[in-house]
């Protein structure tokens, strides 16, 4: 039995059931299938198998060093944002020559990091910070490799929170400021070209706004091309939807034919950064019904999970399943689920249809990324620990933050 899945109505998360491990290492609870991280990753890359490509994971999805250490294994590469990122990538045990770093403004000791630890390629994000790693470099006595992010102004058709691709949106540089950003950094001893990459949003469901960028990227290629500035990689980016609702999730192998017709015969190298479609679907927050309230308007489930835990539904308005953990016959009601944070955006679902009493595990599905990692301590409370399920275990890959921890950095006057 592997993946997340619900047999005679309990949900097991490869083969064990999630009742238990809730009810071993408390709620709420992140819970991870090694199954599906290893399953999601290995689609993209036997995907482009008949081109030469490389996965590179999107660390801020979920960087939790077992998720990272699971992918390493494989031979993922990854994409990070941060020196912090850096250090995990390393920490898990993946080697710097597969690191890429993007990121809209990295610092001096960020690229001095990176530089000394001889990554893969900088992604760099506008001609200021070009300038920059040129100094840098140079000062360290170092090559970098630089590839520049484009923004291909296409819309991404997804929330205005996570398209990235547009003119209006901070990141990248423009195809017009590219040509010449590319004919400065050619001619920099400290600089080295080999790429181009662009990732125009998150949570696409349709290969058309790829399209739209494959082929805006290949023109910039083709002009690069004429100025003579070869490239050896070209990075189409994160972005690739998954099901949280009733959407299609973005089919993987279409995107990849599409990607690959539109590289054509070029001699480039394909190289991707999906987060969201390989964490994603491969986690659940596990949280426990504390009271059931209503008022003259509504019915309130109050769980012990909350936004500090899951930010998503507060911030994105997005829309996760909930379900029992383990199903019973009950009568169902309409509830909305809020935690027990001060807030009014405090909820993880509304309007749910739950046949649910107080003490029962709720699970919410497709948490594997961006859930842990922007939670939060608000209203001091501790990050809930995170269990990675491998070989029929259930392993604490991350520890319950104790209330002592949280204020451990402080001190009184
Ligand atoms: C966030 C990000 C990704 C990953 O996006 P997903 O939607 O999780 O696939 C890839 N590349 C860059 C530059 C990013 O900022």
């Known amino acids: 039995m592997s993946g997340i899945e619900r047999v005679n109505g309990e949900l097991l998360v490869d083969g064990l059931a999630l009742s238990d491990i809730a009810k071993t290492h408390g709620t709420p609870l992140y819970v991870y299938s090694r199954d599906l991280l290893e399953s999601n990753w290995k689609a993209f890359d036997r995907a ?23 992918l390493a294994k494989l031979g993922s590469s990854f994409d990070i944002v941060s020196g912090g990122e850096l250090k995990r990538v390393l920490a898990a045990g993946a080697p710097a020559n597969r690191v890429v770093f993007s990121g809209v403004g990295k610092t001096t000791s960020e690229m001095v990091e990176a530089l000394n630890a001889n990554i893969l390629c900088f992604n760099i994000e506008s001609v200021a910070e070009a300038t920059r790693l040129a100094q840098v470099a140079k000062a360290q006595g170092k090559v970098a490799p630089v590839s520049f992010r484009i923004n291909p102004d296409v819309d991404a058709q997804t929330h205005p929170y996570i398209s990235t691709g547009l003119k209006e949106n901070k990141f990248g540089i423009s195809m017009e400021e590219a040509r010449e950003a590319y004919r400065q950094a050619q001619d920099h001893p400290n600089l080295s070209v080999c790429g181009i990459d662009c990732h125009i949003g998150s949570q696409l469901t349709s290969v058309e706004p790829y399209e739209a960028a494959f082929e805006r990227m290949l023109a910039m290629v083709d002009q690069l091309s004429e100025d003579g500035i070869t490239l050896s990689h070209i990075d189409f980016g994160g972005g690739q939807g998954i099901q949280y609702d ?5 089919d993987i192998v279409e995107f990849a034919n599409a990607a690959i017709a539109a590289v054509g015969s070029r001699p480039l190298e394909i190289w991707m950064e999906p987060g969201r479609a390989i964490a994603g679907p491969a986690g659940v927050l596990v949280t426990r019904v504390e009271y059931l309230k209503e008022n003259s308007e509504k019915a309130f489930a109050v769980i012990d999970g909350a936004m500090n835990d899951l930010i998503r539904p507060a911030l994105y308005s997005a829309w996760q399943p909930i379900v029992p953990v383990i199903e019973q016959d009950r009568t169902a009601r309409v509830y909305d689920v809020v935690g027990p944070v001060c807030e009014s955006a405090d909820f993880l679902g509304k309007d749910r249809e739950l046949a649910i009493e107080a003490g029962d595990y709720l699970a919410v599905l497709a948490s594997g990324a961006y859930a842990f990692v922007m939670s939060s301590n608000y209203n001091t409370r501790g990050r809930a620990a995170e269990i990675l399920v491998s070989d029929a ?4 890959v991350r520890q319950r933050e104790s209330v002592e921890s949280l204020f451990a950095l402080e001190s009184t006057v």
Do not use: I
């Open 48 to 70: 482009f198998d008949a081109v030469p490509h490389r996965v590179c994971y999107a660390v801020k999805a979920n960087s939790n060093l077992a998720v990272l250490s699971v």
């Open 246 to 250: 009733d959407e299609t999730p973005l």
């Open 393 to 396: 275990q259930a392993h604490v």
